[in-house]
C-alpha cells in the first residue's frame, strides 16, 4: 500500500471521531444549556441499553434517531426528554430480562443510566448555570464509560464508542467553558 493510500486508509478509519467533533461542534456553535446536554447524554446512555437490550450491538447506532424523535415526539407532547426517554430506558429494560439479554450487560448500562441520568436530571431543577456544570460533567464522565467499551470492543460498536467519546468530552468541556463564562 503507497504512503498516500495508506494516510488515507487512516484518516478515513478515523470518521467517527470527526462526527462526533462535528456534532460537538455544532451543538457548541448553535448554545447549549443544560437541557440539551442532558438530552445529549440521555441519548447517548439509550444507546448502549438498547444494544444491551438486544444483544445487538449495531442497534446502538440506530438508537441515535430513535432517541432524538423519542425526545422530539414527547416534547411535541409537552412531556420533558428525561421523562419520554426515562420512559423509553425502563422498557429496554424490560424487553432485556424478558428476552434473555445477557445479565451482566443489561445491569451496567441500566445503572450507568441512572448515575449518569440522575446527575444531569438534578442538573435540570438546579440553578442553570450550576445545572450546566452538573450536566456536562456527566457528559464528560460518561466519555471514560465510552473508553472503557471502545477498549473492551463490548456491547457496542468500536464505532460509536468512538464517536461517543469525540462527543461527550468536547462537548462537556465546551459546556464547561460557557457556564463559567455565563
Not at 100 to 122: C, E, I, K, N, P
Amino acid at each position: 500500500m503507497s504512503t498516500t493510500a495508506a494516510h488515507r486508509h487512516r484518516v478515513l478509519g478515523r470518521w467517527p471521531a470527526a462526527l462526533g467533533l462535528a456534532a460537538a461542534a455544532g451543538y457548541l456553535l448553535t448554545g447549549v444549556d443544560r437541557d440539551t446536554i442532558a438530552t445529549v447524554l440521555t441519548v447517548a446512555l439509550l444507546c448502549y441499553l438498547a444494544a444491551a437490550a438486544f444483544g445487538l450491538p449495531w442497534l446502538a447506532w440506530a438508537t441515535i434517531p430513535g432517541g432524538i424523535l423519542v425526545a422530539v415526539a414527547g416534547g411535541l407532547l409537552g412531556v420533558e426528554p428525561w421523562i419520554s426517554l426515562g420512559v423509553v430506558a425502563a422498557l429496554l429494560v424490560v424487553v432485556g430480562l424478558l428476552g434473555g439479554a445477557s445479565r451482566s450487560a443489561l445491569t451496567a448500562q441500566a445503572a450507568a443510566m441512572l448515575a449518569y441520568g440522575s446527575v444531569a436530571t438534578v442538573g435540570l431543577f438546579v440553578a442553570p448555570v450550576a445545572g450546566l456544570v452538573l450536566a456536562a460533567s456527566a457528559l464528560i464522565a460518561h466519555g471514560v464509560w465510552d473508553v472503557i467499551h471502545y477498549r473492551r470492543d463490548a456491547v457496542v460498536p468500536r464505532s460509536l464508542a468512538e464517536f461517543c467519546v469525540w462527543l461527550d468530552v468536547p462537548l462537556g468541556v465546551g459546556a464547561l467553558v460557557l457556564a463559567v463564562l455565563v
